[in-house]
């Protein structure tokens, strides 16, 4: 089928979409900046709201009791609104690196991502992960350098450190006037005027734009600040990249705006941005062919499960990204892992604060399908034909805890616990030989939630022991005469992964050097694919 030939609605409903994460080191300003673009967008009517989202989380949820005493945000949830004529889907991300897996599935499922940046620290750890896995997929990244209402850094260094540090070359489109107390707004290089600032003010009227940097109204308004920033511009102009809306959509280039999250200064360009430059949904490989946005028969997959989302339901919550046709409700799919039909009673969506039952959704946008076990990371669901979407990766944990129980009689609620809190993407869980249940985590805290999560929803007291693991690999084995060999001379370091896929245990890394070595013909893989 033709581009040409897709339904005129499909093709007006899916350019019209945007899906995006924002993307930062804690503590940058992401849940700031969330909340102002939903305030922009209409989303919201008071600022605070994801602020106290969080914290009324806090207080009703039992299992993020982790969560609340270390004060992060262990969960990401996904969040919808219109704006200009668009709708715009918002995938939250976790910022803290233990919860970095779920945030790596969260960036399959979006066509564009803004990065912050906190202007007095610069590129940051975290930050150069997430920016890792967005290469994977040549994912547009709008920057946004943050907090230039506070003494910070220089742009230029700032812009070579991400061009350095991140391997990704900045066009600037706005440049601060100041910084800290002197923060006066930003100049627009693409449309040549400054946009003024007010502290902790929405800008309302045109009057706070004043149009062309060679204006003599800048000089009495800002004697300290404009002539540095037109020495700035104009070595911008002969130095730096212009802006290219083809880097951008591959990925090579990133858009640069300079502004304060908790000032709603920069927020409305962020949002321009995404409107004029950030793809709407595109072509997408499920295996056995590019699946376009518009093409009539629905199709997408899951790349996160939740928990107990709301503590009055305690359901689970499968994301599902939509990636073609027309999603309506009480609609019959084919559920290919299972190979069987699948039917989506009701599915929701998010908004700043509470789930709305929806009655159409499109390629771009995230819906969240209720769950009793049947929907795992990964699951395709189609119209009928054979799709498989590729993609959400698994990452070979590095850290690894023998579960053991206080009560040997809770053995079965003990394995279905973690059977499905991997299957969630919680945890990694293997079983290794005599059935012993090894956990896997990214990181630290990912333990202490499964813990607690045991304890509340599934009655489990376990305690986690050291496991002498240094890392897991998965095999892939060249004939079924290798396998049968190796699973015979290993079998003390063989495990399978939740679903049923074999791995090596390796002791120590030098462990792991060596059976590579001696089987140069098994595949050992860091990563693997849902689905
Ligand atoms: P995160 O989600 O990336 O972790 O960051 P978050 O938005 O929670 O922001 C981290 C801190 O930075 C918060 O301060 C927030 O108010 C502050 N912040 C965000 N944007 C700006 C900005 O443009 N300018 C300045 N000066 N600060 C900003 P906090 O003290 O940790 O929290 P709170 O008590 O203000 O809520």
């Known amino acids: 089928m033709t581009a040409t030939a ?28 969330t909340e102002k673009l939903l305030l922009f967008g209409g989303a919201i009517q008071l600022a605070g709201t994801v602020k106290a989202r969080k914290s009324a989380r806090h207080a009703t949820s039992d299992w993020m009791e982790v969560e609340k005493q270390r004060g992060i945000s262990v969960s990401s949830s996904v969040m919808q609104f219109d704006y200009q004529d668009h709708t715009i889907n ?35 750890a975290q930050t150069i992960k997430l920016l890792d896995v967005c290469r994977l997929r ?38 601060p006037v100041g910084m800290g107390k002197a923060f006066r707004g930003v100049y627009h290089l693409l449309d040549n005027r400054i946009l003024r600032f007010t502290p902790g003010e929405e800008r309302k009227s045109a009057a706070e734009i004043i149009t062309d940097l060679d204006n003599p109204q800048l000089d009495i308004l800002f004697p300290g600040e404009i002539g540095q920033v037109r020495d700035d511009v104009e ?9 290219s809306l083809d880097d951008f959509l591959g990925g090579r280039q990133s858009p640069v705006f300079f502004g304060s999250g908790i000032n709603n200064f920069g927020v409305q360009e962020i949002l321009q941005a995404l409107i004029d430059w950030a793809p709407p949904p595109q072509a997408r490989d499920a295996g056995e062919r590019m699946v ?5 028969k629905f199709s997408g997959f899951v790349f996160k499960i939740q928990a107990n989302m709301d ?34 009673a009701s599915a929701l969506t998010f908004m700043a604060n509470e789930r709305v039952h929806m009655d159409a959704a499109y390629a771009g946008d995230i819906i969240g ?57 919680a945890i990694q869980v293997f079983e290794a030989v005599g059935g012993q249940m090894l956990l896997g985590a990214v990181g630290q805290l990912q333990f202490e939630v499964v813990a607690q999560r045991l304890k509340d929803e599934y009655k489990v007291d376990a305690i986690f022991e050291a ?17 049968r060999k190796f699973e015979k001379e290993q079998a003390l370091r063989l495990g399978a992964d939740v679903d049923g896929n074999p791995v090596y245990l390796a002791s120590t890394r030098y462990n792991l050097q060596v059976t590579m070595e001696k089987w140069p013909d098994v595949g050992f893989h860091a990563t693997r694919e849902h689905g």
Not at 315 to 335: L, N, Q, W
């Open 6 to 33: 897709y339904p005129p609605e499909l093709v007006k409903q899916t350019q019209r979409r945007r899906t995006f994460a924002i993307i930062s080191h804690p503590d940058a300003g992401k849940t700031t900046l």
């Open 90 to 124: 918002l995938l939250d991300t976790p910022g803290h690196e233990d919860f970095s897996e779920d945030t790596y599935r969260v960036l399959t499922a979006v066509d564009a991502a803004v990065m912050v940046i906190d202007a007095a620290k610069g590129v940051e």
């Open 138 to 175: 040549n994912t547009p990244i709008i920057t946004f350098v943050n907090k230039l209402d506070r003494e910070v850094r220089e742009p230029f260094e700032l812009l070579q450190e991400i061009e350095d540090v991140l391997k990704i070359e900045c066009a600037p489109v706005t440049w």
């Open 235 to 243: 070595l911008i102009e002969g130095a730096s990249n212009p802006f």
């Open 292 to 296: 376009a946005p518009a093409e009539p």
């Open 311 to 344: 503590p009055k339901h305690r359901d689970r919550i499968a994301f599902f990204r939509v990636c073609s046709g027309k999603y309506e409700p009480g609609m019959k799919t084919r559920h290919l892992r299972l190979a069987r039909e699948f039917k989506i």
């Open 369 to 425: 399908i209720h769950n009793h076990g049947q929907l795992q990371i990964g699951d395709t669901l189609t119209e009928g034909e054979a799709l498989h979407f590729k993609g959400i990766p698994y990452f070979a944990p590095e850290m690894f805890r023998a579960a053991r129980l206080r009560d040997p009689l809770k053995t079965k609620q003990l394995q279905k616990g973690l059977q499905e809190l991997g299957e969630e993407g």
């Open 467 to 483: 496991a002498d693991i240094h890392t897991a690999r998965w095999l892939t084995f060249p004939d079924e005469a290798t396998r």
